[in-house]
């Protein structure tokens, strides 16, 4: 595992941007069938699906339309049309209004990277999507993405929060600036996903071992329980679903002011163990056709998923 995460990871996410790995990638008929492990389907349908799987076993869900880093206004603009589909469909719901539903967007799917007028493009396709939502009784949490993304993602977030306090945002761990992060979110009563981050990062802005990523995770997660904010502990990490238990106690919270997430397909098991328990847990949806960054950010996660695809492959 060490030199997959100090050679393997590194390459697979680096050489996942280049076009023409993608283009191969896609086309090969093995490959999809390994992405719907990960990934509930390409349509709207597909989704509310899973999402009416998921309420039913006793989860909460967040659903998050795929996409990423479009430097057109018009993919941008289908992105929020998407969006706001999909939330339309998911008031039908009998769970509407109670918490148990969220979306979760990306920025760069709503042109942050547009040069010039990116930021101001992605606050206001934001807004659109966060007055949608408000008015339908779901939750909105803004995903994190490469750290040169984060100083302006959380400006905008603190810009919307004005409007909608419950706008949730994502801290990765792995940065070496979370921790102050979260001590100024948790002030401030905001609902944070904290994660342990899925992206190459350079060491001068992330920490590179696993060992003080988790004791990175661990602080951040001891600042969040004890602060005003709602924590949203998204990690499968054994150690951390325990710490998140016990520091949940120690601080006096009840099961309803923090909650559990994991990713669609993995440790389904454990999502219903701790649901029947008596715990909060939301699963994390995907859907939709740009679903390769997220399909190779699982792989370069954890050498049995990679090794999953490769033995598809091999099986061919
Ligand atoms: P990690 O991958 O470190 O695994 C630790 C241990 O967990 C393993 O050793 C094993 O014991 C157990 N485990 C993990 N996977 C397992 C499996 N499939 N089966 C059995 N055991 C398993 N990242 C990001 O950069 N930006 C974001 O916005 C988000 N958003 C997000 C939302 C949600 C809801 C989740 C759960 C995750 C994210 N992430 C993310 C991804 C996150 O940063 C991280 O890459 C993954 O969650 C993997 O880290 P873990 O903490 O789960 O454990």
């Known amino acids: 595992s060490t030199a997959f995460d100090s050679i393997l990871r590194p390459v697979i996410l680096r050489a996942a941007a280049a076009d023409h790995i993608k283009n191969t990638a896609t086309r090969l008929p093995v490959t999809a069938r390994v992405v719907d492990r990960f990934v509930a389907g390409e349509t709207q349908d597909d989704v509310l699906s899973a999402v009416a799987a998921s309420l039913a076993g006793g989860l909460s869900v967040s659903v998050d339309h795929l996409g990423e880093a479009t430097v057109d206004e018009a993919d941008a603009a289908a992105t929020v049309r998407a969006y706001l589909s999909v939330l339309e469909s998911m008031s039908g719901l009998e769970a509407s209004g109670s918490g148990r539903l969220e979306v979760s967007l990306k920025l760069t799917a709503l042109g942050q990277s547009l040069p010039r007028h990116g930021r101001k493009m992605a606050t206001e396709n934001a807004r659109t999507i966060c007055a ?9 949490t803004i995903d994190a993405e490469d750290h040169s993304t984060v100083s302006e993602r959380l400006d905008i977030v603190r810009e919307l929060r004005r409007d909608f306090d419950d706008l949730g945002t994502v801290l990765q ?16 009563g905001a609902r944070i996903r904290l994660c342990k981050g899925a992206y190459a990062e350079p060491p001068s802005v992330a920490f590179d071992t696993h060992a003080q990523v988790d004791d990175s995770y661990l ?5 969040l329980m004890h602060g ?36 669609f397909g993995i440790r389904s098991d454990e999502q219903r163990r701790l649901a029947d328990a008596g715990a909060q847990v939301r699963v994390y949806i995907p859907y939709g056709s740009q679903w390769y960054g997220y399909f190779v950010r699982r792989l370069a996660e954890r050498p049995a998923n990679l090794l999953f695809f490769l033995r598809a492959l091999a099986e061919r």
């Open 228 to 263: 005003n904010g709602h924590p949203m502990v998204a990690s499968h990490d054994p150690t951390m679903i325990e710490a998140a238990q016990a520091l949940a106690h120690e601080s006096g919270r009840s099961p309803e002011s923090w909650e559990h997430q994991m990713l």
């Open 219 to 223: 602080r951040c997660l001891r600042i």
């Open 132 to 140: 949608a939502a408000h008015s339908r009784g779901v939750l909105v």
């Open 173 to 188: 761990a792995y940065l070496r600036r979370t921790e102050d992060d979260c001590r100024e979110f948790a002030a401030s």
